[in-house]
């Protein structure tokens, strides 16, 4: 039996659906889930948590102090919540946030960490990750009284396992050192989700010829309730913003459904999305490399094929 935190992320919408892979990760015979919230009332959280198998949902405070200025002081709390509660591993996104807030914890504790995680055995204590942009895996044995994952987001397929959760509020004497201050949070100016995370992904390469052509592939992403990616060609033209790149000098996503518009699928791209469950191709060269790598391939000019597909969305 072991006692698992888990570090729920939530966004304006509440709890980001990416947890609930982490969530199911955490889920086995015999374990407890500790779900650990900052930000927001664990009461808002428990339905939704317990569906996923947390046993409680705990509110971390810090007496009066503002826990989303200070990564140090947030780092600190998670750690006597891991002390209070008896966390033998703790596991957490591996977004831009859980990686910062894990690291700071296993600096702090002396506790192995594994980030961008595909997969966990907890009853082994391995964890499994990509190594060499994603060439190969390896399965790590991780020792000690408390070990850190972060988990690649929708890595891990959800699964529901209802449980009755119950609440509560943790808070600690500790307070800010002031060393580090975060004084803006700049958020992506489109509102959609970041693509490390999306679970739909709809990805333009130079084809695209332009940042306004991209406008396309938005309303798609739009209409599936998705984000918009671009290739390191697309980024380095001025196409789109480097947070939207995907690929071995961008971001590694794992979407159920990548559509991939325009790109010919070099080994560089590839290697950022190649976890994606469904792959599908859109491109006008029926010779073109992705068409070896996709489940499903259509060979048409992107800017005839993505407005009718949106269209035939719309309608649906």
Do not use: W
């Amino acid at each position: 039996m072991a006692n698992i935190g888990v570090l729920i992320e939530t966004d304006s919408t509440g709890v980001k659906i990416a947890n609930y892979g982490v969530m199911t990760a955490a889920q086995g015979e015999g374990h407890q889930i500790i779900a650990f919230v900052m930000g927001i009332a664990a009461t808002a959280c428990t339905e939704i948590l317990g569906r996923y198998g947390a046993t409680q949902v705990i509110e971390l405070s810090s007496q009066g102090e503002n826990l989303a200025k200070s990564p140090d002081l947030q780092a600190g709390l998670i750690i006597d919540a891991v002390k209070e509660y008896h966390i033998d591993f703790l596991f957490g996104l591996c977004s831009s946030k859980g990686k910062d807030i894990m690291a700071r914890v296993a600096a702090q504790t002396g506790a192995p960490l594994a980030q961008d995680c595909l997969s966990v055995d907890v009853a082994a204590r391995t964890v499994v990750k990509p190594f060499f942009s994603g060439r190969t895996t390896a399965t790590l044995q991780l020792n000690g009284s408390l070990v850190l994952c972060t988990i690649r987001p929708n890595a891990i397929e959800e699964k529901e396992a209802p449980v009755t959760a119950g609440a509560a509020v943790f808070s600690s004497a500790r307070s800010n050192d002031g060393r580090l201050v975060i004084k803006e949070v700049k958020k992506n100016p489109s509102g959609r989700v970041d693509i490390s995370e999306a679970n739909i992904i709809i990805t333009g390469g130079r084809p695209l010829g332009s940042a306004d052509n991209f406008q396309i592939l938005g309303k798609c992403a739009d209409t599936l309730g998705g984000a918009v990616g671009a290739s390191r060609v697309a980024v380095d033209l001025g196409y789109a913003s480097h947070s939207m790149q995907v690929g071995q000098t961008g971001k590694t996503v794992s979407p159920r459904l990548y559509v991939a518009c325009g790109l010919s699928g070099s080994v560089q791209h590839f290697a950022g999305m190649k976890t994606a469950k469904v792959i599908v191709a859109i491109n006008n060269d029926k010779d073109a490399p992705i068409f070896q790598k996709c489940d499903y391939g259509i060979i048409g000019d992107l800017f005839e094929v993505v407005p009718a597909l949106t269209e035939a969305l719309a309608k649906r």
